[in-house]
């Protein structure tokens, strides 16, 4: 198969269909814009199968996603879109950046959800921006980031009320946006413990990565014990 971009954490190719994409989950664990490095072995494996479980629910739900459907332990079959180079986090309890950046204490609810903007650029440290700087770089229409702050608040209360019947605390995630031949935006990228973060809602126990930011250990533990729920919910 044909690479067409190789990120952090994985690889894409063109498949077999003009108008889609595999998506091949690896090991690699990064974080603080990829100063801190690491594989951590079966990683790819979890977050390919948590995402395709998320991006399900997601569809069945109306949210329009990238995704088509998990082909194995590692790939995914998407839609070909066109990323918009913007990270958008959500967030339910303030925690990590926000906390360090306003001086707001840890925890501090955000009712309604706050949403964020960050350029998607290593090379500048994902900078945090606003909807005018979205307009100003030309990165999407004024149309386009309604539509994205409306599909992130549904994706917010799809997750929040799906993960808290399964004991888990959905306390922030980041989403990429895509747009696909036709122009219409869609969820893109993955959504795991990798990109959004989970609490145990009985022990408070991180179950995201910030058990690698964090020297925390027992990554794979906590994946699993994510998948674990999901995969029981689904049954
Ligand atoms: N996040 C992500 N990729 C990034 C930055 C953040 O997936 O490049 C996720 C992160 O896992 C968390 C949420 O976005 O669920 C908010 O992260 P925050 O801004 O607090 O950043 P951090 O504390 O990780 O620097």
Known sequence: MEKLYEGKAKI?????????VVIYFK????????????VIEGKGILNNKISSIFFDLLEKNGIPTHFVKQLSDREMLAYKTQIIPVEVVVRNLATGSIVKRLGIQEK?????????????????????????HIL???????????????????????LKDFLKKLDIILVDFKLEFGRKNDGTIVVADEISPDTCRF??????????????????????????????RLSYAKS
Not at 27 to 38: G, H, L, M, S, V
Not at 139 to 150: D, F, G, P, V
Request: hydrophobic share 35%; with cysteine.
């Open 108 to 132: 501090t609810p955000f009712e309604p959800p706050l949403i964020e903007f960050y350029l998607k650029n290593d090379q500048l440290g994902d900078p945090i921006i606003c909807h005018q």
């Open 199 to 228: 609490w145990d809602a009985k022990t408070g126990e991180r179950m995201d990565k910030d058990r690698f930011r964090l020297n925390l250990g027992d990554l794979s533990k906590f994946y699993e014990e994510v998948l674990r």
């Open 12 to 20: 894409v190719y063109q498949s077999n269909e003009p108008d889609k």
């Open 27 to 38: 090991d690699e664990a990064t974080a603080f814009n990829a100063q801190k490095r690491d």
């Open 136 to 158: 100003a770089l030309n990165l999407a229409s004024e149309e386009e980031i309604e539509t994205i702050k409306n599909l992130a608040l549904r994706v917010n209360d799809v």
